[in-house]
């Protein structure tokens, strides 16, 4: 069985930073490709970012790139997201993904992604 569990989500103020992370078991962690994706209240769930499975690729929403950084230890079956910068508009549920696929689709689909977490919550205050 696939768990896939978020932590670290808080409330934190605009300019600060935050990191999530997202633990996985029940399969071959290095082989897929994981995601984050976040989804505000009222709109759809959007991608944010992407790593591939040997955690020598990334992809970035353009919303996020130049603020945060994406990264995983297969060691640990773990991935990693840190925030920084963070803006009121970052505010959302955060979700962990694992992917078809050992690489990252260049649009971050979630039709991509199979095995989902529940989510953490970011709260950013202006």
């Known amino acids: 069985q696939v768990q896939v569990v978020e932590s670290g989500g808080d409330l934190v103020q605009a300019g600060g930073s935050l990191r999530l992370s997202c633990s996985v078991s029940g399969l071959a962690f290095g082989d897929y490709a994981m995601g984050w994706f976040r989804q505000a209240p009222g709109k759809v769930r959007e991608p944010v970012s992407c790593v591939n499975g040997k955690n020598d690729y990334t992809l970035y929403a353009d919303a996020v790139k130049g603020r945060f950084t994406t990264s995983r230890d297969n060691a640990k079956s773990t991935l990693f997201l840190q925030m920084s910068s963070l803006r009121p508009e970052d505010t959302a549920m955060y979700y962990c993904?694992?992917?078809?696929?050992?690489?990252?689709?260049?649009?971050?689909?979630?039709?991509?992604?199979?095995?989902w977490g529940q989510g953490t919550r970011v709260t950013v205050s202006s």
């Open positions: 993904a694992v992917s078809r696929y050992r690489p990252c689709g260049g649009s971050m689909s979630t039709d991509e992604f199979r095995y």
